[in-house]
């Protein structure tokens, strides 16, 4: 089962799986949206206004009855800051290039499931979801070591 997610008109799966965890460490809810604000500013969503499409907000404007995904300027937007967003992209360099490509494969992919997206990079949706939760602790830890340097 997935729950579907508009960005700006874009479909997109996230993965629900009911409780079940997949092989390897789980994600982190903080770097997940990070990486999901991260895939707005690559993407260019924003169109300068420094703001993307918010899951909350489109389920919010649906159960409103407004019309999501048009450009109608009623749908609810999320800020993307710029500077947390190169970080995030040096911090998404700082990966080993199996763990890039995965976060730039399901991040940036702007429609299917997990195991869609993972059949069209060549892997299972289990290498591929396991790769992301190890990114994320990886983009974790990158951000800490980073923020400890700086005081």
């Keep these: 089962m997935s729950l579907e997610v508009k960005n700006n008109g874009a479909t997109h799966f996230r993965p629900n799986f009911g409780g079940v965890s997949m092989s390897g460490p789980k994600r982190i809810p903080a770097v997940q949206a990070r990486l999901d604000r991260w895939a ?3 993407h260019g969503s924003s169109g300068g206004l420094g ?3 918010s899951t909350l907000g489109y389920l919010m404007d649906l159960a409103a009855g407004r019309r999501v995904g048009s450009d109608d300027g009623h749908g609810s937007t999320v800020p993307v800051d710029s500077i947390e967003c190169s970080l995030t ?3 998404i360099l700082a990966l080993p290039q199996d763990l ?3 976060v730039r494969a399901w991040h940036l992919a702007r429609t299917g499931t997990l195991e869609e997206v993972a059949r069209r990079h060549g ?3 289990t290498t591929l979801w396991r790769r992301l939760g190890q990114a994320d602790h990886r983009i974790s830890e ?3 070591k980073r923020r400890f340097s700086n005081k």
């Design 123 to 125: 892997i299972v949706k």
């Design 142 to 144: 990158w951000l800490a």
């Design 100 to 102: 890039q490509q995965a």
């Design 40 to 42: 707005i500013w690559v």
């Design 89 to 91: 992209d040096d911090a």
């Design 51 to 53: 703001g993307g499409g």
